[in-house]
């Protein structure tokens, strides 16, 4: 695995995107439909599924309230597959990263949950902002 360079904010010294991540549970293949989607999103209730390509590497992210558009109409839900709906898509976190970085990062592109990936585009795991502004907040102090 190649590493990254940290780069260093001032806030949180030696805090890395690694120290952050937390396990992904759901996730979902780019050619699964919306209507398969919707039905994670219901049956076990979480606000968003990794989404992976054919190679199983991380392609981004659903959420629940980006499918709206298509949950309106029941043909779209049958016969849309998630690649060609409008999600999250990368670039993607990587653990070596510092965590200040990636907390201006999640702040301007407004994430509120950005995958981990390693060098071949595989998920390591998520951060989330919640977690990235406690954990920098706790250093700070």
């Known amino acids: 695995m190649t590493t990254h360079p940290i780069r260093s904010t001032g806030q949180g010294p030696g805090l890395t995107v690694a120290d952050a991540m937390e396990p992904f549970e759901y996730q979902i293949a780019d050619d699964s439909t919306v209507d398969q989607a919707n039905d994670i999103f219901r049956s076990a209730h979480v606000g968003y599924l990794v989404v992976r390509d054919h190679n199983g590497r991380c392609e981004g992210v659903v959420t629940r309230v980006g ?42 592109k407004r994430l509120a949950v950005w995958p981990v990936i390693d060098d071949d585009g595989y998920v390591l795991g998520i951060i989330t902002a919640d977690r990235v502004t406690g954990m920098l907040e706790t250093v700070a102090r």
Request: glycine fraction near 2%; aromatic fraction near 12%; charge should be positive.
């Open 67 to 108: 499918l709206h558009p298509f949950l309106a109409d029941a043909w779209y839900t049958e016969r849309t597959p998630l690649r060609d709906t409008r999600h999250q898509r990368g670039p993607f976190a990587w653990p070596t990263m510092a965590l200040a970085m990636a907390a201006i990062t999640m702040r301007i």
